[in-house]
């Protein structure tokens, strides 16, 4: 079945930086609109940023020019280039694939900064 696996998450300190990646496994991935969401305790889950399959880019207000999303449709991955993180950052951090009416999410990978 289809698969998405995050991974890159981990414990940082304020101001440092992570490159999670999502790598995805039977699927058509370039036909695929990919997004990275957080999801931190107590709050909803919310868009961090999407990347399309032409490769056009947005960002939620909370991390433009902090985080590059990009994606390499070769090796069917996706990454979030994560900068100046700050505490209010800190969640778990969700890979999301879209296309039509399919979408798919991975497992999440847990994104801590904190002194």
């Known amino acids: 079945q289809v698969q998405l696996v995050e991974s890159g998450g981990g414990e940082v300190q304020p101001g440092g930086s992570l490159r999670l990646s999502c790598v995805a496994s039977r699927l058509s991935f370039s036909n695929y609109r990919i997004s990275w969401y957080r999801q931190a305790p107590g709050k909803e889950r919310e868009l961090v940023a999407t990347?399309?399959?032409?490769?056009?880019?947005n960002y939620a207000d909370l991390v433009k020019g902090r985080f590059t999303i990009s994606r390499d449709n070769f090796k069917k991955t996706v990454y979030l280039q994560m900068g100046s993180l700050k505490p209010e950052d800190t969640a778990v951090y969700y890979c999301?694939?879209?296309?039509?009416?399919?979408?798919?999410w991975g497992q999440g990978t847990q994104v801590t900064v904190s002194s």
């Open positions: 990347i399309t399959t032409s490769g056009s880019t």
């Open positions: 999301n694939a879209e296309w039509l009416t399919l979408d798919y």
